[in-house]
């Protein structure tokens, strides 16, 4: 299975950006997706979460900004992205658990300008 990360990219603060992410393949079985950011000299860390039933769990840090979403039938999990601040300017991953094994995108840059 790949996951194939889109989205990222340069805004400036206050703008948004849309994520997206989609496991190639077939003959597997998805569970929970989820979004982890690696900030500048920090550790990769949790963004966003949904499970397979849909309910997203959110940290305080990016609560009432970002939004993830996700559809089965296209094996795809989205993260809508608001109000983005300079903090948030990092790599991020898709992460999705795939038979019951973690796998990770390659990651895909987001920079948001003060």
């Known amino acids: 299975v790949q996951l194939v990360e889109s989205g990222g990219g340069l805004v400036q603060a206050g703008g948004s950006l849309s994520l997206s992410c989609s496991a190639s393949g077939s003959g597997f079985t998805i569970s929970n997706m989820a979004w982890y950011r690696q900030l500048p000299g920090k550790q990769r860390e949790l963004a966003s979460l949904?499970?397979?039933?849909?309910?997203?769990m959110v940290p305080n840090s990016v609560k009432g900004r970002f939004t993830i979403s996700r559809d089965n039938d296209k094996n795809t999990v989205y993260l809508q992205m608001n109000s983005l601040k300079p903090e948030d300017t990092g790599v991020y991953y898709c992460n999705a658990i795939v038979d019951g094994s973690p796998s990770w995108g390659p990651g895909t840059q987001v920079t948001v300008s003060s």
């Open positions: 949904i499970t397979k039933e849909g309910l997203p």
